[in-house]
């Protein structure tokens, strides 16, 4: 069956920043879309960025321009570059993948699409 295990996660200063990953094992497709969500406390899982097999990726608005979302050359592994990190970016971070479509859509951050997810990283920007 389909793992995700996320790594990468830690404590740092704001304007620092962080690299999480996670390897995806198991019965994987080609086709797919994998995402990063966070999870603060008290406040419900967010979408932070999605990415197609064809390397299409979305945003939240809250981290455009400051996080990146990646493949590796294995193609089943996903990466989450995080610079100027923001007190506010502390979290648990999760990766969540669906096989067999064509890539991410619109409603790439609805938490329903995703049939797998990792057991999280805690990241703390403080």
């Known amino acids: 069956h389909v793992q995700l295990v996320e790594s990468g996660g830690g404590s740092v200063q704001p304007g620092g920043s962080l690299r999480l990953s996670c390897a995806a094992s198991g019965y994987t497709y080609n086709r797919n879309c994998m995402a990063w969500f966070r999870q603060a406390p008290g406040k419900e899982r967010e979408g932070v960025a999605s990415?197609?097999?064809?390397?299409?990726?979305r945003y939240a608005d809250s981290v455009k321009g400051r996080i990146t979302i990646s493949k590796g050359n294995a193609l089943n592994t996903l990466y989450l570059q995080m610079n100027s990190l923001k007190p506010e970016d502390t979290a648990m971070y999760y990766c969540?993948?669906?096989?067999?479509?064509?890539?991410?859509?619109?409603?790439?951050?609805?938490?329903?699409?995703?049939?797998?997810w990792g057991q999280g990283t805690q990241v703390t920007v403080s």
């Open positions: 990415i197609g097999n064809g390397g299409t990726t």
């Open positions: 969540a993948a669906v096989f067999g479509v064509y890539g991410c859509s619109s409603d790439w951050a609805l938490l329903s699409k995703y049939p797998y």
